[in-house]
């Protein structure tokens, strides 16, 4: 079970990484005249929620790991392979901020020059 919380901290985190990566380029599309800011910063953050939801999906299916199944609940496969790859892309975000607040306090610590 301890090997299953590291894969879904491993995935979240890989996908974290490869979303700050992408988030400058999210969304792709162009916006009409008018409060085009609000709305692509809006948008970007719909976009990145499907994204994150959808790889995890991906990572889930490939790799065999079903969080049903590890904490012993008796789902179909495609409905853990679901539920497994909504947690990995809803966890992204926590694992943003801790890895965002651990940059901070390394920044922090470090003399300058």
Known sequence: MAWAAAFFAAASAVLERMLELASPFIPWWDYPTGDAIAQKKADRGYALITITAFLGVLASAASGLY??????LSLTRWSDILLTGFAIGASTKAIHEVIKS???AKGAGTAPG
């Open 102 to 104: 651990l940059e901070k």
């Open 67 to 72: 969080l049903a199944d590890a904490i012993g």
